[in-house]
Structure formats: structure tokens, C-alpha cells
């Protein structure tokens, strides 16, 4: 096969037009020149700013008329080099960088890229069962405010503002679990090799308890405003229509394969971090458009309610269990500690490595200056974001930094789906259809 | 048993009259050091550089069967020459991954590779796997990269394989695996018998061709220009081979390890701060 041949369609005339750039109140001189020329055929630059394209995505839609002819995806605008930086850094600073690829989803980059760590060092089962339900229970928060997020601002972009203002509302209740969990609102960096960053704050586990009370309140609002509201299930309903074929040749995981009927889940599947201990069902619907991918980001939603429930049972009675794995040669050497004048450095700690133990110091500081080393070899443990599959191909030459760790990011690829999801229909359904998608461009461009 | 101790004593007596040389450094006269010194930076003579016999790779123990050494690993804190005064600059280890494993490989890892490998002794392409690497509960299939259509089409289509999913391609740039460079990796799943596996290729730097897999697994076209953009690798038989996150008229490939890191050098009294690949660092 050579490189100048298409292997999808024979190549097509490129024409050239004349190029209109719209800033706003050109209008009328616009519409006076299309008119003149007679030619229905425009290709519309959408992006990379407009606020309906989930952040800094360029779409180039050919449209006859309202009707895409061809749509293409221009991405990369966002893109900041995080996997050539994480080569420069030790394994557990690599999870400051991943955190902040996919920013709605934060927990599962760490978790991807941790548990890929993990399998290289073989201490996947040493990992302390307190640790991991943290993580699920961590996840399964996040799983919610990404979800929130997504029907917030697939709503807004339809023109239901309630929907967004209220899905921003509760996110803000999932952001305050974070805070007080792991001191940040995003860009955690908290689960670490060999367990998490911290143990669970006091308080921590009735906080959470309120707040799945609070959500099962919530929740049903936004099943009573959308589910049968007839705009929006006439905005949502057979757009963007992808089936299992096209969802697989594509590579497209998480709610979009889901919405095809078929149960591919990997907290089922494939499961890590202990999924197979809880009790969950797979959310699936048969319609395979945005309106049924929307229902599963809803019913997923009250899943992972009853996932944390499960969590926050399992740890009350873990309390004071350790959440990093025993072997001192790879656990971070200190823990932070709650001051008088806030959180901040462990002054125990800092105790023993200064006054007590020169030992202690020497670990201390080779720990966190150095690092640990990770054998040579190649991992890739890929876990359910709410978006799909999303894994770390995490490499080692047996040193102290990674060799290469590359993200398989869903949005990356669920976005190639853009074209055939929205070629064909209207330009306002090209919005619907990567709603449903629902991209998240830190995680495409990384 | 009468030479070993002989030879374990002899090891130890000569230990011990480096440490008393060592020990009398400050002893020795000025002018000997100062030699010394003149020779290891000028790479002549029989400086702290020279490497030690039994330190060399060939001599470092390995692990058992047959290993897989790409490239080697130097001193420990970064520092060479006559800066480092701790002696462990000379230290040098081969970067050992993991080699290839015989059969049995265990599990279901048998039925995908025994599959597999009757469909190509079926079509006379026996070689087409160069080796099976089974590490950490992870299996990769090595393949030549001129096969890799043909294998990535029959472990889509066979009913014994069922690869349909195909999670992308990553690639690994290894500048000391001479002749095999650049590694493509593909992720590859059976969602029909819910199994995992890695194809990996190699090409060389000074070839950098890999056979297009977009018209087996449709989902590798961003993945594949994604690869090209970042270290420059050529899918032949790609539709639209071009950059998709750097912009179109970037230079060079980004995740290459000898892609210059350029760094804005800081200056701070007199000194400047290099990139962070030619930083000090523990290696």
C-alpha cells in the first residue's frame, strides 16, 4: 500500500473559495457576498475558542446549507508536553504531571499511571486494602463530578441553563469531598505509588455520608427535568448515532459503546483496585445517540453513589489501617500533619529525622531526592474513566524516572468518532453529538 | 573447595589495600595527586575513570536464562570526572530488560500464542514472531515489522484470537538499541474472550518505517499521526500522515530522546542552568 492512496475515498477536488472571517457584526457585508456568488457550499471554522466546544477544540465543518458535508477535528491547542516531562521527573512526582492531563478526571490519570508503576515494582498485592478502597472510593466521586460536568455543559450548549447551573452545583459538593480528603479541588496528586498520599481527615466519612443523603435528594431533579422533557429529548434523541461496529473499528469506550447496549465496563471486565468487592450494576441503553448516553452518565451516577456508600462502610471500619504499602524503600517517608496554623510538615516526623534517628534522615532524604528504582519493562493497566478506557503505557529502564509513559487517553480517541457522528445532519446537531462524547481537551492534547 | 576461600582471600586482601591507599590520600605527596589528578582529566593514564574489570556489564550478574541489554547505566548521581569524590561515578550497569521467555507461558497465553502460531506456520510465515516476552502478567509479541498487517489482521479475524479492539499505539524511542531504535507498541484487547495483549515492532532510526494498521483497526489514525508527530515514525499506508497536537511546520519529534531540550538558560552569578537532560541527576 502506498502513501498516496486513500485508503477510505478516492481523493476529492479541492476548490477554493473566498475566506470570510467572522469577528461579529459583519454580517450583512457577508450574507451581501454569498449571495452574490450563488455557492451554498461554506466551510465554517468553528473554534478553537467558542464556548460550546469543551474547551480549546477546532472543528472545520463543510455545510451545504444547515447540513454538514464534512466535519474535521483540529486539536493540539492545549497540548503541554506533560508525557516528555514526566521522563524528567522521579516516578511518584510523574503523578503531579498525569493529574493534570484529563482536569475533570484527575483521580483516574493517577490511578492509570499508578497502578502501572505498581505492576513494574510487583507490588500490586501489597498494596494495603485501606489504600484502595480510598482510591474507589476517590474515583467514584470523580466519576460523578466528570458526569456532572458533562450533562451541565451538554445542557447549557442546548440552551438548559438549569441543567448547568444545577450540575455545576453539585459538583461544587464533590470539589469540597476533595478539598477536605486531599487538601486540593483539582490536580490532586494523591494517589502515589505503593498506596495514597494520606490517611482520611476526621470527619471525612460523615461528610461523605451527608453527601450521598444530599445527592439522593438531587439526583432526581435532573432525571424530572430532562428525562421526558420533550425540546430536550428532541434536541438529544437519534443524534449523533453510533452503533457497536462503528464503536469498535473506532475504538470508542465508556458511555458512547455503552449507549450501543453492549455492557463493556472494565470495573467489571477487567477489574483493578478491588471492583470485583462491590456490588454495581453496568448502565447500558439501546438507542446508541446522545439522548441514551446522557441516561447512563445519569443512572452511572447513582451506581457510583452506591459505590461510595459501600466505601465509606468499608472504611469505618479500617480505621488507622496504613494507606501505603509497607515496603519503606518505596512508601513516601512522611505524611503531613494538621498545625496550628494549618496543614503543613509533620513536626513528629521531623522530629525522629532530625533529633532521633540519622538513619531515618538518610532515608528520608534519598527517598525524596533520588527516588526509587523501577525495574525495567513495560506496563499498561487500563481502567473505566468516565469517558472510557483510559491507560498508562508505562515504560522503565530499571532507573529512578520513567522511561516513557504515554496515556491512551478516551477522549483522544472517542473524538475521533466527530465525523461520522455528525456528518450528514445539522450544524446545531454537530454540538449535541461531541456533547455526548464528551471530550475534555487537556486529556486529548495532554 | 580449596581454591574458592584462596581466591575470596585474595579478593579481600587486595580490598584491603585499596582501602589503606585510599586511607593515605591526604598522606601521599602533593605531586602524585596533582599527576593523578592531570591524568583522569585528560583521560589519560590510570585515572578514577578507569573502569574496574569486574565492574564492566558483561561481568555484572544477570538474570538467569537469556537477557535483553540495551545500553548501559553510569555512576549514580550524575557526576563525572574529577568532581565526583565519592568513587561511585565509575560505577556501570547494563539497562537489562526483560528477555525472551520459552513456552509454556502459562494461562491462556498458550492458546493465543499456539493460535497463533498455527495460522502462520499455515501460511508459511513462521518468523513472522521474533520473540514472546512474558512479564508481570503481560504478554508481548514481538513481530517483524513487514508482517505486522497480516499478524494484526489475523488477530482480528480468527475466531481463536478475536483481538476487535485495538487501544492505539505508543511509541518508545531507545537510542542505545542499536538497529531497532524505534518501538511501536500496540495495545490489543479480545472483548469477545476478555484478554489483554502488547504487538510490539522496531524499526531503525535510519528507516523509520512501520507498516499503517488504519485499515484493520480504523481507531489507530490519530494514533499513528500522534506517533509520527512525536518521534517521527513513518506509517506507510496512513491516509493522512500529518502532525496532529505540535503544529504542522514544527521541527522535529518532540518525544525523541535526542529531540534538543533547548531550556532557557538561567543565570545566577556567572552560572547558567543547562536543559534538564544535561542536568545532575541520579541516573
Known amino acids: 500500500m502506498s502513501t498516496d492512496q486513500d485508503i477510505f475515498a478516492a481523493p476529492g477536488e479541492t476548490s477554493q473559495g473566498r475566506v470570510f472571517t467572522v469577528t461579529g457584526q459583519d454580517w450583512d457585508s457577508i450574507t451581501d457576498s454569498i449571495g452574490e456568488s450563488a455557492e451554498e457550499r461554506v466551510v465554517v471554522n468553528m473554534g478553537p475558542q467558542h464556548p460550546s466546544t469543551h474547551g480549546v477544540l477546532r ?84 466519576r460523578m463530578s466528570s458526569h456532572l460536568v458533562a450533562i451541565a455543559t451538554g445542557g447549557m450548549e442546548i440552551g438548559a441553563l438549569t441543567v448547568m447551573t444545577i450540575g455545576f452545583r453539585e459538583r461544587e459538593l464533590v470539589l469540597d469531598l476533595f478539598e477536605l480528603i486531599t487538601g486540593l479541588r483539582m490536580n490532586h496528586a494523591f494517589i502515589r505509588p505503593g498506596g495514597v498520599a494520606q490517611d482520611l481527615p476526621p470527619g471525612a466519612l460523615d461528610e461523605i455520608r451527608d453527601f450521598v443523603t444530599l445527592m439522593k ?16 429529548k428532541g434536541r438529544l434523541e437519534g443524534v449523533g448515532h453510533l452503533d457497536l461496529a462503528g ?27 478491588g471492583y470485583e468487592d462491590y456490588d454495581f450494576e453496568v448502565q447500558t441503553w439501546d438507542t446508541a445517540d446522545s439522548y441514551g448516553r446522557f441516561r447512563i452518565r445519569l443512572n452511572e451516577m447513582w451506581e457510583s453513589l452506591k459505590i461510595v456508600e459501600q466505601c465509606a462502610d468499608r472504611l469505618a471500619g479500617l480505621e488507622g489501617a496504613p494507606v501505603m504499602v509497607g515496603d519503606k524503600k518505596i512508601a513516601w517517608p512522611s505524611q503531613l500533619a494538621i498545625g496550628s496554623d494549618g496543614m503543613g510538615n509533620s513536626l513528629d516526623h521531623i522530629r525522629h529525622i532530625m533529633g532521633e534517628s540519622m538513619e531515618a534522615l538518610i532515608h528520608h532524604f534519598k527517598l525524596v531526592t533520588e527516588g526509587f528504582r523501577v525495574p525495567a519493562g513495560q506496563a499498561y493497566v487500563p481502567i473505566e474513566s468516565p469517558r472510557g478506557e483510559l491507560g498508562a503505557h508505562v515504560v522503565s529502564d530499571g532507573g529512578t524516572r520513567p522511561f516513557r509513559a504515554h496515556f491512551r487517553d478516551p477522549s483522544f480517541t472517542n473524538l475521533q468518532a466527530t465525523s461520522v457522528m455528525s456528518e450528514g445532519g445539522m450544524v446545531a446537531d454537530v454540538i449535541v453529538a461531541i456533547a455526548s462524547i464528551d471530550p475534555v481537551m487537556g486529556g486529548v492534547d495532554r | 573447595m580449596t581454591d574458592k576461600p584462596d581466591e575470596k582471600h585474595a579478593g579481600r586482601a587486595e580490598d584491603e589495600s585499596d582501602d589503606k591507599t585510599d586511607k593515605n590520600e591526604a598522606a601521599r605527596p602533593a605531586e602524585e595527586r596533582n599527576l593523578e589528578k592531570a591524568k583522569s582529566e585528560t583521560g589519560t593514564g590510570s585515572g578514577v575513570e578507569q573502569r574496574a574489570p569486574e565492574q564492566s556489564p558483561e561481568n555484572l550478574p544477570g538474570p538467569t536464562g537469556e537477557v535483553h541489554a540495551v545500553g548501559e547505566r553510569r555512576g549514580m548521581f550524575g557526576v563525572t570526572g574529577t568532581g565526583d569524590t565519592s568513587g561511585y ?48 502478567g503481560e504478554i508481548t509479541f514481538h513481530v517483524r515489522r513487514e508482517d505486522l498487517p497480516f499478524v494484526a489482521q489475523m488477530l482480528r479475524d480468527d475466531e481463536a484470537l478475536r483481538f476487535e479492539f485495538c487501544s492505539g499505539v505508543s511509541g518508545v524511542h531507545y537510542p542505545d538499541d542499536t538497529g531497532r531504535e524505534l518501538h511501536a507498541v500496540y495495545h490489543l484487547t479480545s472483548m469477545t474472550h476478555n484478554r489483554r495483549i502488547r504487538v510490539e515492532v522496531t524499526a531503525p532510526d535510519s528507516d523509520p518505517h512501520v507498516p499503517s494498521l488504519v485499515s484493520i483497526y480504523p481507531t489507530l489514525d490519530w494514533h499513528e499521526r500522534e506517533t509520527y508527530d512525536m518521534f517521527g515514525l513513518i506509517f506507510d499506508g496512513h491516509p493522512a500522515l500529518t502532525r496532529v497536537l505540535m503544529p504542522d511546520d514544527w521541527p522535529g519529534h518532540p518525544q525523541r530522546k535526542d529531540y534538543p531540550l533547548g531550556g532557557i538558560p538561567v543565570e545566577y552569578k556567572g552560572g547558567s542552568i543547562p536543559p534538564p537532560d544535561q542536568r545532575r541527576s541520579y541516573n
Open chain 2, 89 to 136: 561515578g565509575g560505577l556501570v550497569a547494563a539497562k537489562v530488560f526483560p528477555a525472551p521467555t520459552q513456552k509454556p507461558y502459562g494461562g491462556w497465553f498458550d492458546e493465543v500464542a499456539g493460535a497463533l502460531e498455527a495460522r502462520l506456520e499455515a501460511t508459511e510465515l513462521t518468523s513472522a514472531i521474533e520473540s514472546v516476552v512474558v512479564h508481570r
Open chain 1, 247 to 273: 464503536c469498535i473499528a473506532l475504538g470508542i469506550t465508556g458511555p458512547v459503546l455503552r449507549s450501543t447496549g453492549y455492557a463493556w465496563d472494565l470495573r467489571k471486565t477487567q477489574p483493578y483496585c
Open chain 1, 217 to 232: 435528594k438531587r439526583l432526581p431533579e435532573y432525571a424530572a427535568l430532562c428525562n421526558a422533557n420533550p425540546i430536550f
Open chain 1, 59 to 142: 472543528l472545520i465543518l463543510e455545510l451545504e446549507g444547515e447540513t454538514v458535508t464534512e466535519a474535521r477535528c483540529g486539536i493540539g491547542y492545549l497540548h503541554t508536553g506533560i508525557e516528555k516531562n514526566m521522563e524528567y521527573r522521579s516516578w511518584v512526582q510523574g503523578t503531579t504531571f498525569c493529574t493534570r492531563m484529563d482536569y475533570l478526571s484527575p483521580f483516574y490519570n493517577e490511578a492509570t499511571y499508578v497502578l502501572g508503576v505498581e505492576r513494574l515494582l510487583d507490588i500490586e498485592d501489597d498494596v494495603p486494602e485501606k489504600a484502595q478502597v480510598m482510591r474507589v472510593l476517590l474515583m467514584e466521586l470523580n
